[in-house]
């Protein structure tokens, strides 16, 4: 007695196995988007679309695997695109430090450790080294300081109070940034050395002759 298929059977399992299929390659392409996802997240039109699709998608994963009673693998793929689809950040608003130093010619931009304005808490600072001047931004790329390079006269990095600071004097004005913890006094000189790369230098002082006969 030959023994015969059932359709009703293979065809769910067929199915499960294309699902299976599917979710697999659903994650290598997710994976192979990770760095267009990332820059995705600058638009917030285009990151809130993804979180959409990435949830119908794990739900429809979710409810048809258990629907036809095939394997419960794409369920679980699903399950876990649609919690991701719940749990991933809002789009990240404002630039970014990269598109910023590019916005203000900066040629480097360094750890700027913690620097305090006026009466306001210490926070902390980035420093957008240029050529012609040096931003102080904050953590949210907000300007706190616009320091003219030609005018800077002093940049030294110092150890104060078992920590460092870097002191930056130009024109009338000092301003202080202050370094904590084991790389303190790596940052410090590195944020020192990189604003005397672009500093200029001071003009000898010729001595003056005096007039003959004198």
């Known amino acids: ?17 294309r699902l ?10 997710l994976v192979m988007l990770i760095p267009k996802i990332v820059h995705m997240r600058s638009n917030p039109r285009s990151w809130m679309l993804f979180r959409i699709f990435l949830g119908v998608a794990g739900a429809a994963l979710v409810v ?11 369920a679980i793929v699903g ?19 990269d598109d910023k130093a590019r916005a203000l ?11 305090q304005q006026g009466s306001a808490p210490p926070a902390a600072a980035q420093l957008f080294v240029g050529v012609e001047r040096v931003f102080v931004l ?7 300081l616009d320091i003219p390079v030609s005018e800077i006269t002093a940049a030294c990095a110092e150890e104060f109070d078992e920590s460092w600071r870097l002191r930056l004097t130009w024109a009338r004005h000092t301003a ?6 084991l790389f303190a006094e790596h940052l410090a000189r590195v944020a ?17 002759r005096r007039a003959a006969g004198a």
């Open 138 to 144: 904050d953590r949210r790329l907000q300007p706190l």
């Open 105 to 115: 010619a900066a040629l480097v931009v360094v750890n700027g450790g913690r620097y």
């Open 1 to 17: 007695m030959n023994a015969t298929s059932n359709p009703a059977i293979s065809q769910p399992e067929s199915f499960g196995k």
């Open 79 to 97: 399950l876990a695109m649609f919690v991701t689809a719940i749990l991933l950040p809002p789009a990240k608003l404002g630039t970014d430090a």
């Open 176 to 181: 202080e940034f202050s370094y904590g913890g």
């Open 64 to 74: 048809l695997p258990l629907g036809l009673g095939a394997s419960f693998v794409p």
């Open 192 to 208: 020192e050395s990189s604003i005397r790369r672009v500093m200029r230098p001071a003009l000898p002082v010729l001595p003056q």
């Open 20 to 29: 299976r299929h599917l979710a697999i390659a659903t994650l290598f392409a």
